[in-house]
């Protein structure tokens, strides 16, 4: 029963990251599991078995998480697309004011202003890539796939960021909502030259994920 717990409580962390405007570990923190995952990351490069082990329940969770806020968002975004978006900025603007809140300090550090530094850069970065350069198939089309991975990640570790609502700023949500429709297609279909050839595009957004997870994870554990 516990570990059925555990997976409930690691899918509304999944459906959190993907949701635009929740942030999944903000859903962790609520449900008292994120310094859990984030012992578990810290510990990876040192013993990645055992990490996993003592976290399985939450990693089958967010995965499960994912594949429902996937089908969710990819299905009701074709039926209704602007009824849809103009939820997901309900769902952006509501989580103003909590974000406010936790953002509030009379003390800032130097990693308070490198991460507004990295965060502005990436912005204007993101603003002057013309969309042809992102075309599938293209150089370029690799990179932003495994950057999904990594701002993904990066929401389930800082409490507060939405990844999705990262990737909407930057123009590159709906590139995840095709990639992801490209793979669910190919599987069904039974076509597995087409499964072969989505699975570069998965395994690259996978090693974002993890790479994204793996790094942040460490940073978070020292900070707090």
């Not at 990251?17 to 990876?44: C, E, H, R, W």
């Not at 996978?206 to 942040?216: A, R, T």
């Amino acid at each position: 029963m516990k570990n059925i717990i555990k997976i409930i409580k690691g899918s509304l962390v999944g459906m959190g990251s993907i949701l635009p405007g929740i942030s999944g570990s903000m859903v962790a923190t609520i449900l008292k599991i994120y310094q859990d995952l984030i012992t578990a990351l810290n510990n990876f490069t040192k013993n990645p078995i055992k990490a996993v082990l003592s976290v399985w329940q939450y990693i089958v969770g967010v995965i499960l998480g994912y594949i429902i806020g996937f089908f969710f968002i990819s299905t009701f975004l074709n039926l209704a697309p602007l009824p849809f978006t103009l939820l997901f900025i309900g769902f952006i603007l509501g989580a103003v004011p909590s974000l406010k809140k936790e953002t509030e300090t009379d003390h800032y550090h130097w990693h308070h202003f490198l991460v507004l530094g990295i965060a502005m850069v990436s912005m204007v970065g993101f603003m002057f890539i013309q969309e042809s350069s992102a075309a599938s198939g293209s150089g370029f089309y690799y990179f932003v796939v495994f950057m999904i991975g990594v701002i993904t990640a990066i929401s389930l570790i800082i409490p507060g960021l939405s990844g999705a609502t990262m990737l909407m700023a930057f123009g590159y949500f709906q590139t995840l909502i095709t990639l992801g429709d490209d793979i669910v297609a190919a599987i069904i279909s039974l076509d597995f030259s087409q499964v072969a050839a989505q699975l570069p595009m998965l395994l690259l957004l996978v090693l974002g994920v993890l790479v994204g997870m793996i790094v942040m994870g460490k940073v978070m554990f020292q900070l707090l």
